[in-house]
């Protein structure tokens, strides 16, 4: 034919790479790393994009003042700590203390987990007592133990006093004629910890490349499958999504060597079949926070590999199943955004 149609034309013009166009699919995996792929898309999953909260609209604004709240010490009494102090960012969330000093210089009875990844969590704290990071971000600042501000209004009257937070809270609440309220604080630092997300090269393996882990560390991952692991630690936080008793097979305390019999989600429920249960906490970055489990009480990420498979598990790993299964579970550390690794340039 001579000439085309317009019809026809068009056809030809999408078809030539000018319109929309199918994403490629993931590059098939080798035969060895079939069964081990299918195993772990279907049990953990890529760590999502975003933890976006829609009743908690993330912008710009809000983050910048989550992001300087996050790092000031005027939300403590005595201006000695700040969120940052616990949770410090420049060491994956954590203090890497076994239990962190407060404001007054006393010292919690539960280890501070990292805020890295936890606005995926099911729910906050050990023992589950607050639904999401938004409610979360408001507990340790009023806790007499921690951050021991006496008051709400205690709180919101010293920020106001600091001019540079006039900006802050009338950019990111603009539509408020008084912005300061400590529910705007609470929802300011909650936006800021969604953006605390780390994908590691775990992720890189489920999308597809398959060069991303080495022969131990699939080894590391098969076996953390295959003996149980994932009765407890699944989904892409690898935990954070559920409780479990700790020591099925045996008194936590007699392994830890904990100086606290801690009783768990029994605390706050009184429920005696939430007696030593906590909420099993995310394996992402679990390389760079010990020390480990609720009390800090072992410092050794092999130990507590041993004590989980012989307390959860009933089984005595060898030496060799645990340093491969650790070099699996160092594939979970990630990289924590540098700009949100001090306190922005505005404070």
């Not at 616990?86 to 805020?115: E, I, M, Q, W």
């Not at 600091?162 to 630092?189: G, K």
């Not at 609720?294 to 790993?317: N, P």
Request: hydrophobic letters at 35%.
């Amino acid at each position: 034919m001579k000439y085309l149609t317009p019809f026809i034309a068009l056809v030809l013009l999408f078809s030539s790479g000018c319109g929309p166009t199918e994403p490629p699919p993931l590059k098939k995996a080798p035969k060895n790393d079939e069964k081990l792929v299918a195993q772990a898309t279907t049990m953990f999953g890529v760590l999502p994009e975003t933890a976006n909260n829609p009743n908690n609209p993330t912008t710009d604004e809000k983050v910048l003042l989550g992001h300087t709240l996050f790092f000031d010490n005027q939300l403590s009494l005595d201006q000695t700590q700040s969120c940052n102090t616990c949770h410090d960012l420049a060491t994956y969330g954590v203090d890497n203390s076994p239990t962190s000093k407060g404001d007054n210089g006393g010292f919690g009875d539960r280890n501070s987990p990292t805020v890295l990844n936890a606005a995926l969590h099911s729910t906050q704290f050990w023992d589950g007592r607050e639904p999401d990071v938004e409610a979360q971000a408001g507990g340790p600042i009023l806790n007499p133990v921690e951050m021991a501000i006496p008051s709400e209004e205690f709180l919101i009257e010293r920020l106001k006093k600091d001019d540079s937070y006039t900006t802050l809270f009338a950019a990111a609440y603009p539509d408020q004629s008084d912005p300061y309220t400590y529910e705007n604080i609470r929802l300011a630092i909650a936006v800021f910890e969604r953006e605390l997300l780390t994908p590691s090269e775990f992720d890189d393996y489920l999308k597809g490349d398959y060069t991303a882990l080495t022969d131990q560390e699939k080894n590391g991952l098969s076996l953390f499958v295959g003996e149980g692991c994932t009765t407890c630690h699944v989904g892409p936080l690898l935990g954070g999504n559920m409780f479990q008793k700790f020591g099925k097979y045996g008194d936590y305390w007699e392994y830890t060597k904990s100086e606290k019999i801690d009783k768990g989600k029994f605390t706050v429920t009184e429920v005696e079949t939430d007696m030593y249960v906590f909420k099993v906490p995310s394996l992402r970055n679990i390389e760079m926070t010990g020390p480990y489990l609720h009390d800090g009480s072992v410092a050794d990420l092999s130990e507590v590999v041993r004590i989980m498979g012989k307390i959860q598990l009933d089984k005595d790993l060898t030496d060799q199943q645990i340093a491969d299964i650790v070099a699996f579970l160092k594939t979970l550390t990630g990289t924590v955004p540098e700009k949100y690794q001090t306190a922005p340039s505005n404070s």
